[in-house]
């Protein structure tokens, strides 16, 4: 059962690796009470706007400037760097996945394994 401990944290560094920044999110303050001007995408807009944030948690949708905002969300590009994470999280599933049936015991996979006997007659 050891085996199982490294393929879940592959996961999760793939899934946080996929989910970092967001473009639809509402901007979230966060709980703590930092005065820290961030910008958010709006999505009805088209526009980045500024809110405060606290300086903790939050979600993704909050940068540094307006143009990081721009340059990630802007102009249907966060649609395609959606479409391309996403991707990228499928094909490194399927990779995790095969990387974890390698690791199968013999005693699972021996059902697998064909055997042939040629006889001399």
């Known amino acids: 059962m050891i085996f199982f401990a490294p393929l879940f944290q592959t996961i999760s560094i793939i899934y946080s690796a996929v989910e970092e920044k967001s473009c639809i999110d509402p901007p979230e303050v966060g709980p703590c009470r930092a005065i ?3 910008w958010y995408y709006n999505q ?3 526009n980045c706007h ?3 944030y606290g ?3 939050g979600n993704g949708n909050k ?3 307006e143009e990081e905002c721009l340059q990630y969300c802007g102009a249907g590009l966060y649609v395609y760097r959606t479409f ?3 991707k990228y999280f499928y094909y ?3 990779i995790v996945l ?3 049936m390698s690791l199968l015991p013999t005693k699972f996979t021996s059902y697998c394994n064909f055997k042939w006997h040629v006889s001399s007659q």
Do not use: H, V
């Open 84 to 86: 391309i994470s996403f």
């Open 50 to 52: 500024e809110f405060l």
């Open 36 to 38: 820290m001007p961030k």
């Open 55 to 57: 300086g903790c948690q």
């Open 44 to 46: 009805q807009t088209g």
């Open 63 to 65: 940068y540094s400037s």
């Open 98 to 100: 095969l990387i974890f």
């Open 92 to 94: 490194s599933s399927i």
